[in-house]
C-alpha cells in the first residue's frame, strides 16, 4: 500500500521514477558492516534552485497504528542513513539508478504509510524519540521523513485541486498548474521559469504555492497547513504574499486549508481588515486584499 501511495502522490507532483525497484545491491563501506543495501524505490526531479538532478532513495513503511514506534523509526532511519552514505561512493549504485546529468545530489526519504488509518498520536514527538536514541547517521547523509500526517496532507491537497478543476476553478490538467518558487526566497533560481515540480523540502513546510493561468487570469493556490486559529496566523502568512509579490501580480488567490479549524474563515476575515489598516486611503491596494 505504501507503494501505490507512494507513486500516486508523487506522479502527480512531477517526480519521477528512476532505476530498478525493490531491490538490494553490494555493499562497498566496510564499516557499514552490511553485504548489501535495499532499495525501494528511487524518486528524481530536478530541483528548481541548483538545477542538480536530485535523488531520493526511498524506504517504504506500510504499518498498522501499533506499530508505528520510536525504536522501528531509529532502525528505519539508520538503515536509511547507511544506504545513502554508501550509494554517494558506489558505481554498483551509479548503474542501477542515476538518471544522466550534470549535477546530481543523493538524498533518503522514509515514507511511513498507516494502512489502517487509525494512528492518532504525534508522529513528530515519535520521531524526536528515536532521533535522541541517536541513531547511527554518517556525516553529511541528508534525510527527509515522510509520517502518516504528511502522507494526508499531500493526499487532501491532490484530491482539493481535482475538486477544484471539476468546477471549473482551476485548469483541468495538474499539468497546467506550476509550483512557485520565489527567486528571492532562497537563492537565484537555476531556470527562468516556474518549477512545475514540489520539492521534499516544499511538501514538508509551512505552505505550497501553485501557479496557474485560467479564463486569460493569473491565479495562485496557497495550501496552508496551519489551523487558523488567530487572526495573527493569517497576518503572516498574507504578509508573505505580499513580500513575495504574490497580492499584486496575480489576479486571484485562493488559500486552502485542509486542516483549518471551525473558526478559521471568520479570524481570517479579521486578518484582512486588519492588515488594511496598514494602508490608509490607498483604495486600490485595500481593493485588491480585500
Not at 238 to 262: K, Q
Request: proline fraction near 5%.
Amino acid at each position: 500500500m505504501a507503494e501505490i501511495g507512494s507513486a500516486d502522490i508523487f506522479s502527480k507532483l512531477g517526480w519521477e521514477t528512476t532505476g530498478q525497484p525493490n531491490h538490494s545491491w553490494d555493499c562497498v563501506v566496510q564499516s557499514h558492516q552490511k553485504a548489501d543495501h535495499p532499495t525501494d524505490v528511487t524518486f528524481v526531479y530536478q530541483d528548481p534552485y541548483s538545477g542538480k538532478n536530485l535523488h531520493l532513495i526511498t524506504d517504504l513503511k506500510s504499518y498498522a497504528k501499533d506499530s508505528i514506534v520510536s525504536s522501528s523509526l531509529k532502525d528505519s532511519v539508520e538503515s536509511l542513513a547507511l544506504t545513502v552514505d554508501c550509494a554517494k561512493q558506489n558505481q554498483n549504485w551509479s548503474r542501477l539508478y542515476l538518471k544522466p546529468g550534470s549535477d546530481i545530489e543523493i538524498q533518503g526519504l522514509l515514507f511511513i504509510f498507516n494502512h489502517d488509518g487509525d494512528y492518532d498520536k504525534s508522529f513528530p514527538d515519535q520521531l524526536q524519540a528515536a532521533l535522541d536514541d541517536s541513531p547511527r547517521i554518517p556525516q553529511g547523509v541528508k534525510l527527509w521523513v515522510m509520517g502518516p500526517d504528511d502522507i494526508w496532507y499531500m493526499n487532501e491537497m491532490l484530491v482539493d485541486i481535482a475538486s477544484l478543476a471539476q468546477d471549473g476553478l482551476v485548469p483541468p490538467s495538474l499539468s497546467d498548474l506550476s509550483f512557485y518558487y520565489p527567486s528571492h526566497s532562497r537563492s537565484r533560481m537555476a531556470a527562468t521559469d516556474r518549477s512545475r515540480v514540489a520539492t521534499v523540502d516544499n511538501l514538508k513546510g509551512k505552505y505550497q504555492l501553485i501557479a496557474y493561468q485560467h479564463n486569460g487570469r493569473r491565479g495562485m493556490l496557497v495550501y496552508y497547513r496551519g489551523a487558523g486559529e488567530s487572526e495573527r496566523e493569517f497576518i503572516v502568512l498574507i504578509d508573505m504574499l505580499r513580500t513575495f509579490g504574490i497580492l499584486d501580480n496575480f489576479d486571484e488567490i485562493r488559500i486552502r486549508c485542509p486542516r483549518s479549524a471551525d473558526i478559521a474563515a471568520a479570524k481570517f476575515r479579521g486578518a484582512v481588515r486588519l492588515y488594511a489598516d496598514h494602508w490608509p486611503n490607498q483604495p486600490e491596494k485595500m481593493r485588491k486584499l480585500s
